[in-house]
């Protein structure tokens, strides 16, 4: 079967989630063997946890601070175009998944420098400056699968999902397999679930 006509995808991420970034490279994977169109968005996980009573004290310490590099992100969208979200998620993803880095204002300025941006922009991590572009894009998500899912949400035309959740992220042939069959299962009317108890931490490397 040929693939020659570009296919527009949505991805929504947050950019300290590890699933998510595993997700991601698994759609950049399908990428180098068919002609995707990735247009990348924010999502937030403080934002889809805010105003939890359930959650220890620890878990809205720890989502305040994620809110830090999507605040980045979303200043960088708004000041050079939504087109380099993809490539600083890539810097900031190696840096937090691969790496090990912190979440603080150094790993930003070294994320945007690689990704030719504006280092200064990392200042915006303790602001709510473009806090409403965040919550804009997180509605964007959301109104397409609902609140009850994570990040990342991917949507293929009207088909929206959110996941898969994979680990290790496929490579090669397995990578389009799976992207055929979740696109097959999503796009079927009237599904909605497909899960199982996750047994192991995220395999980034």
Known sequence: ??????TTVDF???PTCPWAWLTSRWVLEVARQRP????WHLMSLTVLNEGRTDL???WHRDLASRLEPVRVCAAAGQKHGPGVLG????????RFHLEG?????????AALAAAELDPALADEADRDTFDDAVRASHQGAVGRVGTDVGTPVVAVGDVAFFGPVV?????GEAATRLWDGVLAVAATEGFFELKR???GKPVLT
Not at 1 to 6: G, L
Not at 87 to 94: Q, V
Not at 101 to 109: F, G, I, K
Not at 167 to 171: I, T
């Open 1 to 6: 079967m040929r693939h020659d006509t570009p």
């Open 12 to 14: 929504w991420f947050d």
């Open 36 to 39: 995707l169109a990735i247009r």
């Open 56 to 58: 220890p004290e620890r």
């Open 87 to 94: 490539r600083l998620y890539t810097e900031l993803g190696t």
């Open 101 to 109: 880095a912190p979440r603080e204002r150094s790993t930003y300025r």
């Open 167 to 171: 680990s290790p992220a496929p490579l």
């Open 197 to 199: 108890t996750r047994t």
